[in-house]
């Protein structure tokens, strides 16, 4: 059974930092796309940003330069790195992951993805 267990949320000030972590387990990590994406309150779920198998990411257009995603194939491991955050990132994250079709493929859509991690709550707040 796979399973994306997601830690890592909570209340940070605006301006501040914050880094998720999500560890599937049930899957050959190395073999998968790593997605985050978030929800907003009365919002549709977005596209955050992806890594692929070869450890290159891309981002939403509006996220580059604060959010980075990393991830440590020995720790079965993904990161959501998030720097400068505003009011307008409070949301609930969640990672996701599907089966690479070849080394570079990302994946941008939720639909693409299959297994997902359980969401965490993030608010950006004084």
């Known amino acids: 059974q796979v399973q994306l267990v997601q830690t890592g949320g909570g209340l940070v000030q605006p301006g501040g930092s914050l880094r998720l972590s999500c560890v599937p387990s049930?899957?050959?990590?190395?073999?998968?796309?790593l997605g985050w994406f978030r929800q907003a309150p009365g919002k549709e779920r977005v596209f955050v940003g992806a890594i692929n198998k070869i450890g290159n990411s891309t981002y939403a257009d509006s996220l580059k330069g604060r959010f980075s995603i990393s991830r440590d194939n020995g720790k079965n491991t993904v990161y959501l790195h998030m720097n400068s955050l505003g009011p307008e990132d409070t949301a609930v994250y969640y990672c996701?992951?599907?089966?690479?079709?070849?080394?570079?493929?990302?994946?941008?859509?939720?639909?693409?993805?299959?297994?997902w991690g359980q969401g965490t709550q993030v608010t950006v707040s004084s």
């Open positions: 996701a992951a599907e089966l690479a079709g070849t080394p570079s493929r990302y994946y941008y859509s939720g639909d693409q993805y299959r297994y």
């Open positions: 049930g899957l050959t990590f190395n073999l998968y796309v």
